[in-house]
């Protein structure tokens, strides 16, 4: 027996009458417009680099940010430009490698809010150095900064997290954690470290409604990577070798990491912790350079 077909007339009939506003689900939740107004962050490191890239995203997106940085004048810098665009920011110096400043830190923030949404654990700093010539001084100097660091600022922070009633931690590892180069050996197993952090306390501050995810960056145009690119005989040249390491082409940007931190703070990522987010324009896909 032959299948009847439906009319086609019969088919826009029995299809719901849709007015020119419909919008899809997809469409009303818009996640590209991502904001995060009433919010408070706080950002380590953000005087310059990816810190301020992140400090400044967030300012975006409507979060009122605390720009944490050793050093006094950059730190104020990144704050004055969130005010100058119109956004809510102050600064608080502290070496998150030191206990006391750190507690310091969380008086300050204690003394103005009564919750923060989001830490963002971006401090650190790299050493190119052979492992023979790289000192034990050194080595704890990494490690403190960059491994010590977030234990300290995450520790410190918590009772302002508990209290948001819903947080997002994220911490700012490397690639180096996952592939790495010669004479970097302190940094990479620093940021190894971070990497394990951030998968265990996603699950001991899951309870409280405390989300940790890790991002990954590759090579980032960023003073650090500027300093780098210094050191070699023909940094042009470097840059040109290095981009072409990526798929992309190009090495990333401060914004890049930012928009991700953005989005990992909003409730878009409620579901997402434990997480580490690679972020490096496909470096990591290459089997050899």
Partial sequence: MARRMCPVSTLLYLMPCRSAAYQHPLEEANPMNVRLDGRVALVTGAGEG???GCALALA????EVVVNDLNAESGQATAAEIRRRGGRSFF???DVARQDEVEAMLTALAGRYQALHLLVNNAGFNLFKGIEETTLEEWN???SVD????YLVTRAMLPLLKAAGGASIVNIASVHAQMTIANITAYAAAKGAVV???RSLAQELGPFGIRVNTISP???DTPLLARWLASEPDPAATLARVNGYHPLGRIGKPEDIGHLVTFLASDFAGFITGANIVVDGGLTTRLMH
Avoid: K, P, S, T
């Fill in 50 to 52: 990816l810190g301020r």
């Fill in 60 to 63: 975006e997106a409507g979060a």
């Fill in 92 to 94: 608080v110096q502290a």
């Fill in 141 to 143: 100097a990494i490690f």
């Fill in 147 to 150: 491994a010590a660091g977030v």
């Fill in 196 to 198: 394990a952090m951030g």
């Fill in 218 to 220: 590759g090579f980032m």
